[in-house]
């Protein structure tokens, strides 16, 4: 034990500088001064003001504020001459078991802010990672491998209705046309036109057109200028319906009914009113300048047979296009999950508690819902335990991070993955959590006209773009050496699974065996 | 690694075991003795309306307990021991046969109508997963299934299959890797009137298991081979596809080869089959070989992993892993072939006695 600290008698003296704990940052950017010739990019760089120019013995030079680096390293990679790295701004905080660095610091930064703690992206906490507890099985002797740069290695993958036998298609074209063909498993979160800008949306757009996958609009709308991608986009009408029109409800592949969010199940989103610009308030068919608000729960859904109207009342206006309810990850996932597909969805969007948000009470975020690896296992097995499995489809998200993910996820029953943090980190986010400040210094999750100009949309396409095709290599890799050449032999093969350090509970509800059974 | 052998009388000629048994013992490497089997067709002319039930039981109790459980859901027409000879291979199970009908005061009473087929399998999972020490391993009309632990020679002559006389028969010569050699295990498997040889393993196990527990088939018996039995029973009798359909919702050619079908609606069906089929589609090396009441045919996979060759002789369709054990059969073969990777060979006597569809394979 230590011992407790000796404070002095006399009462502190007044200071002309109040200390505020916690308008601090844990990061700072360190100049290397014998390289650094004052150009003041980094400054023009750091939409967070870390960065001033001042100046010493003549002579430009940057200082760092240390009160708002967030490590997002965008001067580090802006400045031309290398002169920069992020280091982490550390305190010498007295160790304590319970009062570790991150509590402390909350309680610091809601002291200083009175407000709510927001964040972005999915949660960051030690809750365990079963993807990384997961491991594959490999051919060997008795099964070939297949070698995916010589022989067929299929990923085709049909999301919607099916049926359960041949004999119930009643009418074929009718069957064909309420299927959406994917070239692999993968598709594109949603994520809405506000949360991210135009130039991002128009990039996942055209990838998805030109891989033959699908991109989720997010509760944003549609823009004008994305309508030639339309073939490819799943609308999504959620709780504050914005954009949804009578064009809307015509243009898409597919359509999303949002009921809650990995990040934040049970709580709605808001759009604050300085971000409704122009382009924003035209596209969600709001005023500018108003708050854009998202309420928890849809106001005409309180009930499974509400829920039903809504996904027969979207099947009749868009001309019978699949539709694909979005349910959080919680406790009761399953049973949630066989209603709403008996409610009539054609598919079943999980969003894990690691999913992502561009703005998120991090309270919520990181203490609300369960893993997707979790809840897809017992979604899937609930729904074939029901028979009702043929009926709609599985798109697992939710802290998808690489193939292996993607492929984990199959296995254990996902029939399609999305992916929006993996996204966004392609095209230069360092996750620095700050996307609800709307001041994304890499252009992605800001629609300030400046930032947002900071992301190519060519150069966005093509990022997005080599991430997928170096995933579909991985997953044909993957497919290969357990000598299977068709997704859909890996789909729900949990044989190919196993476990590593589980839990006997934590095993049955994977349906996984453990390591070495 | 394991062989297989088949031949077929398009006229129904029956004959004893003696050829099939030829045609599989030249093929004795492709075994390592852990396990041997036979199935034969139209061997139980007397009985031919009942299902010949076949069971194994470790010991004479589980045996009673099996033929209780049959008594109080069939009428049993008849029944007897298996006969066996038992000088070579002395550890083995019990093995006794019941001709059965399902009890109409049971099926009757359904509120629901049940076919007799649907019941009998039924009730063949319900033994199989609840029985401890005993197993149902033959189950259809007409139709036998010998099987055990032992070379393809031993359990011919254990079975004494030099007294059946059936028009299609089928052998298997077991080499297991992956999963244990037990009397369960050996080849082939069978319900109903669906049996199957299987050579290689089905990668695809673990959701096509999945996907036939749905249906309420239960996997018992520690190895990959099963599921086929079930899927055929399933696909075919239950949800009414042809055979053809069927060889193609389990080995089904691969999308970019459906995508570039000429005509629209042959590639809507061969999609239709997929995309619905997905589950039941077998991955993995496998060449298998498929008996029914009316035929037989085989599938390999898509990039013919192991070996499947067919011989064509008079009336009689000849399958085996090797070429030699054709000529083995029927040393005077009028053509060989050689199906490419995923071609399936069909025989189907119900397309009459004339049909030579093995002659012509069904091209991709």
Same mark, same amino acid.
């Given at each position: 034990m230590t011992q407790p600290e000796v404070h002095?008698?006399?009462?502190?003296?007044?200071?002309?500088?109040? +200390?505020?704990?916690g308008l601090r940052s844990a990061y700072r950017p360190v100049f290397d001064m014998s390289v650094c010739d004052g150009c003041g990019i980094c400054a023009r760089e750091c939409s967070f003001n870390e960065i001033r120019m001042d100046t010493r013995e003549g002579k430009k030079v940057p200082v760092a504020n240390r009160r708002s680096c967030g490590a997002c390293h965008r001067c580090e990679y802006t400045c031309p001459l290398g002169a920069i790295h992020i280091e982490e701004n550390k305190m010498a905080l007295r160790p304590h078991g319970v009062w570790k660095d991150s509590a402390m610091q909350r309680i610091h930064l809601q002291a200083a802010s009175g407000a709510v703690a927001l964040t972005g992206l999915g949660a960051d906490t030690e809750v365990p990672n079963y993807f990384d507890q997961i491991l594959f099985n490999a051919c060997q002797v008795t099964n070939p491998s297949?070698?995916?740069?010589?022989?067929?290695?299929?990923?085709?993958?049909?999301?919607?209705?099916?049926?359960?036998?041949?004999?119930? &298609?009643?009418?074929?074209?009718?069957?064909?046309?309420?299927?959406?063909?994917?070239?692999?498993?993968? &598709?594109?979160?949603?994520?809405?036109?506000?949360?991210?800008?135009?130039?991002?949306?128009?990039?996942?757009?055209?990838?998805?057109?030109?891989?033959?996958?699908?991109?989720?609009?997010?509760? #944003? #709308?549609?823009?004008?200028?994305?309508?030639?991608?339309? *073939? =490819?986009?799943?609308?999504?009408? /959620?709780?504050?319906?914005? #954009?949804?029109?009578?064009?809307?409800?015509?243009?898409?592949?597919?359509?999303?009914?949002?009921?809650?969010?990995?990040?934040? +199940?049970?709580?709605?989103?808001?759009?604050? #009113?300085?971000?409704?610009?122009?382009?924003?308030?035209?596209t969600r068919m709001i005023p500018l300048h108003s708050d854009a608000i998202s309420p928890a729960p849809q106001h005409d859904i309180y009930s499974i047979e509400d829920l039903r109207l809504l996904i027969y009342a979207i099947k009749e206006a868009s001309g019978y296009k699949p539709v694909c309810v979005k349910i959080a990850a919680v406790h009761n996932v399953a049973a949630i999950a066989s209603g709403v597909v008996r409610a009539g969805a054609d598919m079943i969007y999980l969003d894990g508690y690691?999913?992502?948000?561009?703005?998120?009470?991090?309270?919520?975020?990181?203490?609300?819902? !369960?893993?997707?690896?979790?809840?897809? /296992? /017992?979604?899937?097995?609930?729904?074939?335990?029901?028979?009702?499995?043929?009926?709609?489809?599985?798109?697992?998200?939710?802290?998808?991070?690489?193939?292996?993910?993607?492929?984990?996820?199959?296995?254990?029953?996902?029939?399609?993955?999305?992916?929006?943090?993996? =996204?966004?980190?392609? =095209?230069?986010?360092?996750?620095?959590?700050?996307?609800?400040?709307?001041?994304?210094?890499?252009?992605?999750?800001?629609?300030?006209?400046?930032?947002?100009?900071?992301? *190519?949309?060519?150069?966005?396409?093509?990022?997005?773009?080599?991430?997928?095709?170096?995933?579909?290599?991985?997953?044909?890799?993957?497919?290969?050496?357990?000598?299977?050449? *068709? !997704?859909?032999?890996?789909?729900?093969?949990?044989?190919?699974?196993?476990?590593?350090?589980?839990? *006997?509970?934590?095993?049955?509800?994977?349906?996984?065996?453990?390591?070495?059974? | 690694m394991c062989g297989i052998a088949g031949l077929i009388s398009r006229q129904r000629v029956k004959e004893n075991g003696k050829r099939i048994k030829q045609g599989i013992v030249l093929q004795n490497d492709r075994g390592n003795g852990l396990g041997a089997g036979y199935a034969a067709y139209g061997i139980y002319p007397d009985y031919a309306d009942l299902y010949a039930i076949h069971v194994m039981a470790m010991d004479e109790e589980s045996m009673l307990e099996v033929q209780s459980y049959l008594q109080e859901h069939f009428v049993i027409q008849h029944m007897e021991d298996i006969p066996i000879w038992n000088r070579v291979i002395h550890d083995h199970p019990?093995?006794?046969?019941?001709? %059965?009908?399902?009890?109409?005061?049971?099926?009757? @009473?359904?509120?629901?109508?049940?076919?007799?087929?649907?019941?009998?399998?039924?009730?063949?999972? @319900?033994?199989?997963?609840?029985?401890?020490? @005993?197993?149902?391993?033959?189950?259809?009309?007409? %139709?036998? %299934?010998?099987?055990?632990?032992?070379?393809? $020679?031993?359990?011919?002559?254990?079975?004494?299959?030099?007294?059946?006389?059936?028009?299609?028969?089928? $052998?298997?010569?077991?080499?297991?890797?992956?999963?244990?050699?037990?009397?369960?295990? $050996?080849?082939?498997?069978?319900?109903?009137?669906?049996?199957?040889?299987?050579n290689g393993e089905i990668s695809s196990y673990g959701i096509n298991r999945r996907y036939l527990e749905g249906f309420g088939y239960k996997c018992r018996m520690q190895t990959d081979s099963e599921v086929v039995a079930y899927l055929l029973d399933l696909l075919i009798r239950r949800h009414g596809l042809t055979i053809e359909e069927a060889t193609l919702a389990l080995a089904p050619p691969y999308w970019a080869s459906v995508e570039r079908e000429k005509d629209p609606e042959v590639e809507q069906r061969l999609l239709a089959l997929k995309i619905i089929y997905e589950s039941a589609m077998l991955n993995g090396p496998f060449a298998i070989l498929a008996g029914f009441d009316n035929g037989m045919f085989s599938i390999t996979d898509n990039t013919k992993l192991r070996p499947m060759t067919v011989g064509l002789a008079d009336d009689y369709s000849y399958f085996a892993s090797e070429v030699s054990a054709l000529y083995e059969m029927e040393p005077g073969l009028e053509r060989v072939i050689t199906p490419r990777a995923g071609q399936p060979c069909i025989v189907n006597l119900d397309h009459g006695a004339e049909s030579r569809e093995a002659e012509a394979p069904i091209t991709r």
């Open positions: 002095s008698s006399n009462p502190p003296q007044e200071t002309q500088i109040r +200390p505020e704990p297949i070698d995916p740069q010589r022989e067929p290695m299929e990923t085709v993958t049909y999301l919607g209705r099916k049926a359960k036998s041949l004999k119930d &298609v009643e009418d074929i074209q009718h069957f064909h046309n309420a299927l959406i063909r994917l070239r692999m498993p993968v &598709v594109f979160a949603p994520m809405s036109y506000g949360s991210i800008n135009l130039n991002f949306q128009k990039a996942m757009a055209r990838v998805a057109q030109k891989k033959g996958l699908l991109w989720y609009s997010g509760e #944003g #709308g549609l823009h004008k200028e994305l309508y030639p991608y339309r *073939d =490819c986009v799943v609308l999504q009408v /959620a709780s504050g319906r914005f #954009g949804v029109s009578q064009e809307y409800l015509r243009a898409g592949r597919a359509y999303q009914i949002k009921i809650g969010q990995g990040a934040k +199940p049970g709580i709605g989103g808001h759009l604050p #009113g300085e971000k409704v610009l122009e382009g924003i308030s035209e690691r999913g992502g948000s561009g703005a998120t009470p991090s309270i919520v975020r990181d203490h609300v819902g !369960i893993p997707i690896e979790l809840a897809l /296992a /017992a979604v899937d097995q609930r729904l074939r335990d029901e028979h009702i499995r043929d009926q709609a489809s599985i798109v697992a998200a939710g802290g998808i991070r690489n193939s292996a993910d993607v492929m984990k996820a199959v296995a254990l029953g996902a029939d399609v993955v999305a992916i929006g943090t993996a =996204c966004l980190l392609a =095209c230069g986010c360092h996750a620095c959590q700050r996307c609800s400040s709307g001041k994304c210094p890499w252009g992605i999750t800001t629609n300030d006209p400046d930032l947002s100009q900071r992301l *190519d949309v060519d150069w966005a396409e093509e990022r997005l773009t080599n991430l997928l095709e170096g995933w579909h290599h991985e997953m044909q890799e993957i497919m290969g050496l357990n000598g299977i050449y *068709d !997704i859909g032999s890996f789909r729900g093969n949990r044989l190919i699974l196993r476990g590593v350090g589980l839990s *006997d509970r934590e095993l049955s509800i994977l349906g996984i065996q453990h390591a070495g059974e | 019990l093995v006794k046969r019941f001709f %059965v009908e399902p009890k109409e005061s049971i099926i009757k @009473a359904f509120p629901v109508p049940v076919s007799e087929d649907n019941y009998t399998i039924e009730k063949v999972m @319900a033994i199989n997963d609840r029985q401890e020490g @005993a197993f149902v391993f033959s189950s259809g009309k007409d %139709v036998g %299934v010998f099987k055990g632990v032992g070379t393809p $020679a031993d359990i011919y002559d254990f079975f004494c299959l030099d007294d059946y006389e059936g028009y299609t028969w089928l $052998a298997h010569n077991r080499f297991p890797t992956n999963t244990p050699g037990w009397w369960g295990g $050996a080849h082939p498997f069978n319900l109903l009137g669906w049996s199957i040889v299987h």
